[in-house]
């Protein structure tokens, strides 16, 4: 025997081979009773868990949030109590559509998400690379993923699919166009921005809420891939996010964001043309100037991916006192859809996992009892007491001081649509006429021709109905790209230009 560690089973019994199965005599069948083998094999077929439904293909690290900025007037949460203050965060990138062997480099929105290790638990954003989203109300959001999935028939993504229910749904044209825009395909995650997207809230020791946008600007800066140039890396390689995120950590090129916020005074809501609560809509810069907060610096890998990235569980439940939520349809389905999604995908105790436990958190106790993975100690603080109320004095009880200020809500139940279907097409008319260039627009003409050509005519036509109702000259652009796409007269498209001497992979 070595003076290397020994091999047990995972009861710690020693084991005398790890390589040679118990068979009945030299060239016989293998016995029942090799239980290692067994178990093995067994735990071979159970290295899988249901994949995300979305955004199954993921890339991690870990970091830091440093606060760079006073914000305690809008806000009593304890991450940004001080200057200087460092919260341990976990952050994980994805793909919506993708599974989990899907293509890095692909035409998709990406999946921005933050678990930020407080020391009052943990509170998780999980945005997107973009501001807004494809619809306003959860209602649709099982319908809208179906169209990005596979094809019950063909089992093939159907652009049919797709544009059919954007051409039925004009909320969705601001996030279309983002998507089809050179930001559709970031470089990699450090070479993109983060959003919270949806409204939140924060809230002061005055009582005082606020209403909140989320936004981590990167300070890499951006770089984004046409559709040749994804092509041609994935040809080389499927990885390459993985890839690119892995070596820069490794070789502490760490990528960064400037953590900001948009912010508006409670009464404010409702002064708009808009609803800022609609999360196909964004706040004009203009209007909630961009407030500094922190620094996000990503600086570590995971020692095990699986452990740290997979069993990950965002969800936009997980809020801390000074943190809140708004009247954002689609922010309160996913409230419950996200705990919903890792109660089935990894448990009911999922919380508790490595990844997910609040680390930081001075306090962690719960009543709730038994259920799958339940490997850890009662948290109610006294052996005796798991109900609520009880006799013991060591028992956790709440705490009212925690509770957010009363939100003030009135008007009447009922299924609200909203009234000025117009109010759609302001704000991807000012992306489209005012912040992209020209060359930007001739290249989000030619990704939207190519991305729609499958479809039928009709959808077609109705899908350059919207456009021309975002501008005339987004139709008519579109149009004439699938008409030279149609004619292989796409030469004269403009490519994105090398903005910086930095190289196109990290890796490379
Ligand atoms: P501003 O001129 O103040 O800002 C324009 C914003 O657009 C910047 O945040 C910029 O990001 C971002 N941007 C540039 N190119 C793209 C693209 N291809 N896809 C998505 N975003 C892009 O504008 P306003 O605040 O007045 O808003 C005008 C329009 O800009 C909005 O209708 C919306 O479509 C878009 N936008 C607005 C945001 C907001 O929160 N106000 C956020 C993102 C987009 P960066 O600074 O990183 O270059």
Redesign the pocket.
Known sequence: MSDRKRLTTTAGSPMPTNEYSMTAGKRGPVLMQDYQLIEKLAHQNRERIPERVVHAKGWGAMGTLTITNDISKYTCAKIFSDVGKKTEVLARWSTVAGEQGAADAERDVRGFSLKFYTEEGNWDLVGNN??VFFVRDAYKFPDFIRTQKRHPKTNLRSPEAMFDFWAAQPESV?QVT?LM???GIPANPARM?GYGSHTFSLWNDKGERFWV?F?F?TMMG?KTYTNEQAEEIIGKTRESYQEDLYNMIEEGNFPKWRMMI?VMPEEDAGKQPYNPFDLTK?????DYPLIEVGELEMNENPENYFMYVENAAYSPSNIVPGIGFSPDKMLQGRIFAYADAHRYRLGTHYEQLPANHAKAAKDVNFYHKDGSMRFFPPKTGHVDAYYEPNQYDEAAVADPSVAEPPLKIDGDADRYDPADPDADYV??R??YA???SED?RKRLHLNMARAMAPCSDSVKERWYAVLGKVSPDYEAGVRKAADDLEAGNIDDYPGIPVTDDTPVRAAE
């Open positions: 973009t501001p601001h983002i825009s050179d930001r921005n946008k936004h600007k951006h948009q964004v706040w004009p810069h203009d704000q991807p000012a992306l005012e912040v992209l930007e």
